[in-house]
């Protein structure tokens, strides 16, 4: 009885209960070097994978971090999901994309930073890949990172 009891509260809990959160760090664009970017010249990409095991609707926030401590806004929840045994990416073009859909602009030749955060029902498989170019394009570093949970 307790199990089943266990189970309907599960069911039952609502979309906003999400206990699973993601924080995803991303940095994309173009650096001229040194200030005001405090990054390296070069080009900085990021792919973060998101993978579930059955079918998970969920939701993303991005937010964006500015130099000196300054803080650069944030979406709106942006419902997403994916089916079971699938995966999607969330890539530069597509936080660019929701930033400017939220009214949040960068500006030309600064790359933007800050974090996707991915707020689930059900824990995920989420997982960072970052590159980076310098002279020729020519990718220089590329990392991959498992993003923890953390239970909100």
Avoid at 2 to 21: D, G, H, M, N, S
Wanted: hydrophobic content about 40%.
């Amino acid at each position: 009885m307790k199990k089943l009891a266990l189970v309907i509260l599960l069911i039952a809990l609502p979309a906003a209960a999400q206990p699973y959160e993601y924080a995803a760090k991303y940095l994309c664009g173009k650096s001229g070097g040194g200030a005001p970017d405090n990054f390296a010249a070069g080009l900085y990409y990021t792919s973060i994978n998101v993978h579930s095991d059955v079918k998970t609707p969920f939701t993303k926030v991005i937010t964006v971090s500015w130099p000196g401590e300054k803080f650069g806004g944030r979406t709106k929840p942006i419902p997403s999901g994916v089916d079971a045994d699938t995966s999607l990416q969330v890539d530069c073009s597509n936080i660019y994309g929701h930033l400017k859909a939220n009214g949040i602009t960068v500006p030309p030749g600064q790359p933007a930073e800050g974090f996707v955060i991915i707020r689930s029902n059900v824990a995920l498989d989420v997982v960072g890949v970052y590159t980076a170019a310098g002279a020729g394009n020519l990718v220089s570093t590329m990392h991959m990172e498992r993003v923890p949970r953390v239970l909100r």
